[in-house]
């Protein structure tokens, strides 16, 4: 039987839980205590470090990683709103970056030689590539945050001066196409082809031109088309929306 002793100064969580958790997804004999601190983990059978680095790769890279991005995140200048929202994206973010296999090893090698590990020791001595890359999916995250608050901001803005302008067309039809390419026509049948325009090129036109009635037959298959739903924010009921 070889006893390690896994212990946490800094965070406040239910250790001895978490591991029992990660223990028994494995097929080994073991036991768990209770200790100040942290928890002691028994096991017996061949190659013990291999058993406890699984079950601990588990601990450190999914269930402390939340702890790690929480702090990341807390530190940001943001409203506990967008913290939130910010953690929530890099959570998803960073557990596809996961690297169980290189973590489990790198456990492993340090329990051939160490009968104690210090959770958040090894967190930031030992896993600095796993931290920039949480880091980096916080950042990402907080980018994407930002950008949507700013265009949010630009389509109220858009709203306001659209409601408050005189119309210079009667109605306008918009046809946005699975591939890409946009039609415009209006009251006297003339068509426009847009085929290279940005989604934020046409919304611009359609707002300095301000149509009284707006017929948008959205053809791209897409759900949340970023076009089709910036026109339906700015323009409102003035909008009768086909898919």
């Not at 017996?44 to 790690?68: M, N, Q």
């Not at 913290?83 to 596809?96: G, H, P, R, T, Y």
């Not at 949340?224 to 409102?236: D, P, Q, S």
Request: glycine fraction near 4%; charged fraction near 30%; hydrophobic fraction near 45%.
């Amino acid at each position: 039987m070889v006893v390690y002793e896994i212990l946490t100064y800094e965070y406040d969580l239910p250790l001895l839980k978490l591991l029992n958790r990660r223990m028994s997804e494995q097929d080994a004999a073991y036991a768990l205590e209770a200790v100040p601190d942290g928890a002691v983990m028994k096991i017996r059978g061949e190659k013990p470090e291999d058993t406890a680095a699984e079950a601990l790769s588990s601990v450190l890279g999914r269930d402390l990683r939340y702890f790690a991005l929480a702090e990341f995140a807390d530190a940001l200048p943001l409203s506990l709103s967008e913290k939130q929202s910010v953690l929530s994206d890099a959570l998803e973010a960073a557990s596809c970056r996961e690297e169980r296999r290189v973590l489990k090893e790198k456990i492993a090698d340090y329990l051939k030689t160490h009968r104690t590990l210090v959770l958040e020791g090894f967190l930031h001595f030992r896993m600095q590539e796993f931290l920039m890359l949480w880091e980096l999916a916080v950042e990402q995250a907080a980018a994407r945050v930002l950008m949507n608050k700013e265009y949010g901001e630009l389509i109220e803005t858009l709203k306001r001066f659209v409601d408050g302008r005189t119309s210079r067309v009667g109605s306008l039809s918009v046809c946005i196409h699975a591939d890409g390419t946009i039609t415009l026509s209006d009251d006297s049948d003339v068509r426009i082809e847009y085929v290279d325009c940005a989604p934020d090129g046409i919304l611009n036109l359609l707002v300095n031109m301000a149509p009284m009635k707006l017929t948008v037959y959205d053809l791209s298959g897409n759900e949340k088309n970023r076009l089709t739903e910036a026109i339906l924010k700015v323009f409102g009921d003035r909008v009768k929306l086909y898919r």
